[in-house]
């Protein structure tokens, strides 16, 4: 299933495994349980990272929502009677600063700067919700597209595209990102969901753009020999779900003594010797 209007509140509440949640899993079963499983786990509040992310994701891809934002007047005082009004007034808005919202319009400008994203975001759908079940695993799994375009304007090719902020865009540096936060995985895990709804993806990108100035934009899009792996890698984390769900057991790093050793850069070799002159 694929439902375009679904509000994001009513999507983060399903039942279904998402991305985000398979990430926690690789972290540990653990961490899994205690974010997402866990009867008294606390509401995680969004960082100052986070509402940045969700402010682009707004005014890049669904400007008709900017009207839940509200721009603070520079050098209003909350702890007057004057800056409490305006804050009670306005306390159904997202309040941001002037600062922000600059920002995220110097971000979409270097965005759309880039032929092939500015060509994407010329048409398409934005934060489509996608519901399939894993035909491996038996698992039900959801995911959510920053963008979907159609190449064509018809047919079942598609493009999507996820915006991603960054200190660095550069493609190493891009590329240990992909590692620390599974972004391959998430370009599987997207991938599989849409191509279950018939899609044929021809092209996952990644629309990244710098966090602070000089705002520096790129597309990349994942070699096959990491898509490859990113399947493998999705693969074993849903099994290790339904192996955990199963039994109701979320082990963090195993039962009993874990044996450990230097990492692997930090082991001398066997003829290594340490000499004083």
């Known amino acids: 299933m694929i439902d375009y209007s679904m509000p994001a509140s009513t999507y983060h509440a399903r039942h279904e495994i998402s991305n985000s949640q398979i990430s926690d899993l690789a972290k540990s079963p653990r961490h899994f349980w205690c974010k997402h499983r866990d009867p008294s786990r606390r509401v995680i509040e969004p960082t100052p990272a986070m509402r940045a992310g969700t402010l682009l994701h707004t005014y890049a891809l669904e400007p008709q929502n900017m009207s839940e934002y509200i721009i603070r007047p520079e050098g209003l005082d909350g702890r007057t009677k004057a800056g409490k009004e305006w804050l009670a007034a306005h306390s159904s808005k997202q309040i941001i600063s002037a600062d922000a919202i600059d920002t995220a319009s110097l971000q979409v400008a270097a965005l759309r700067e880039v032929d092939v994203i500015a060509d994407a975001l010329k048409s398409g759908r934005a934060e489509a919700s996608v519901f ?146």
């Open 132 to 277: 399939w079940r894993d035909e491996d695993s038996g698992i039900d799994c959801r995911a959510r597209p920053d963008w979907l375009h159609r190449p064509t304007g018809k047919g079942r090719d598609i493009i999507a595209l996820d915006l991603k902020t960054t200190a660095d865009a550069a493609p190493d540096a891009f590329s240990r990102s992909v590692h620390t936060y599974g972004y391959h995985r998430q370009a599987a895990h997207y991938t599989a969901g849409l191509e279950a709804e018939g899609f044929n993806v021809i092209a996952f990108v990644f629309a990244v753009v710098t966090s602070a100035p000089p705002f520096v934009a790129v597309a990349y899009v994942l070699d096959d020999a990491t898509i490859s792996q990113a399947e493998q890698e999705r693969a074993e984390l849903l099994e290790l779900y339904a192996r955990c769900n199963a039994t109701n057991e979320w082990p963090a790093y195993g039962q009993g003594y874990q044996v450990i050793g230097l990492p692997a850069w930090a082991r001398r070799a066997d003829e290594l010797e340490v000499g004083y002159v």
